[in-house]
């Protein structure tokens, strides 16, 4: 079962200091835009769809959590 964190969302969980960032694995790169954007300076987004994980360091995700960077290290850090 999907269980996303919503943008809107993203104001209450500022609140929390031990929280840093959030791990944007909603399908799509407007998904992504839209967490940068509410986050802003205060969490960083960490993309996890591998299909659009260039798009999304260019949408403002600051890195990535997903297999695929163990799989293929020299490529991804290539996209960054």
Known sequence: ???PIE????????KNP????????VVGVHA??????ACGNDLTVFA?????MYLSYLAGARGAISA?????????????
Do not use: H, R, Y
């Open 1 to 3: 079962k999907n269980n």
């Open 48 to 52: 996890a769809q591998d299909d659009v």
């Open 68 to 80: 695929i960077l163990t799989l293929f290290p020299d490529e991804c850090v290539a996209q960054w």
């Open 32 to 37: 992504v835009a839209d967490m940068v954007m």
């Open 7 to 14: 943008p809107s969302l993203i104001p209450e969980l500022k």
């Open 18 to 25: 031990g929280l840093i960032g959030i791990k944007q694995a």
